[in-house]
């Protein structure tokens, strides 16, 4: 029965062989007549055959859908860690570049300081006041010219030192 079985089988395998080379032999044969037929350099056109896969149903499998949840798991929390690492990383480099830049903005506000401080030495300077004002034709104030924002006058003469002690401060 076996032997029988061996016969059937061989003779089955050889009846495919010979199907496919005839398969192979009438598709040769096809192309080299297409190939005779064809007028200059035209492109082959070949058709596409569409297989309808839609009765086909994929049998469920528990352990791999367990290995591909705990996958995902993994993978999204190492992306998490990633995407942290990479959100503190670039804030820090922000966060230099923020600090250069006031760094910069006060050096360049002191050095602002500095001019302004000596520009206002140089306008306060009283030999400077003084040479604009005789340019102006301003002279000298006479006696009983300048009166004092308590409304005294002044004169020029000779003045003793006097001390005004606040009443606050007597009691």
Same mark, same amino acid.
């Given at each position: 029965?076996? &032997? ?6 061989? $003779? ?12 192979? +032999? /009438? ?17 082959? %056109?070949?058709?596409?055959? /569409?297989i309808? #896969?839609?009765? %086909?149903?994929?049998? +469920?499998?528990?352990? /791999? ?22 959100? &503190? /990383?670039?804030?820090? %480099?922000? $966060?230099?570049?923020? %600090?250069?830049? &006031?760094? &910069?903005q ?10 302004l401080?000596l520009t ?7 030999d400077?006041? +003084? ?18 924002? +308590?409304?005294?006058?002044? #004169? #020029? ?15």
């Amino acid at each position: 029965m076996e &032997q029988a079985m061996a016969v059937v089988g061989m $003779m089955a395998g050889r009846a495919q062989r010979e199907r496919a080379e005839s398969f192979r +032999d /009438h598709n040769r044969t096809v192309f080299e007549q297409q190939r005779r037929a064809r007028r200059g350099p035209t492109p082959e %056109i070949f058709f596409t055959k /569409h297989i309808d #896969n839609s009765r %086909i149903v994929k049998a +469920d499998d528990p352990v /791999h859908r367990r290995e591909m949840r705990s996958f995902t798991i993994a993978m999204s929390l190492l992306f998490l860690l990633v995407m942290t690492y990479v959100w &503190q /990383h670039f804030s820090s %480099i922000e $966060m230099g570049y923020s %600090i250069e830049s &006031q760094k &910069q903005q006060v050096e360049h506000l002191r050095e602002e300081n500095r001019q302004l401080r000596l520009t206002e030495a140089q306008l306060s300077d009283p030999d400077r006041i +003084d040479k604009i004002a005789r340019q102006l034709g301003l002279d000298t104030p006479q006696p009983g010219q300048v009166v004092r924002p +308590d409304g005294s006058f002044t #004169n #020029n003469g000779p003045v003793l030192a006097e001390s005004n002690v606040p009443s606050a401060v007597l009691q």
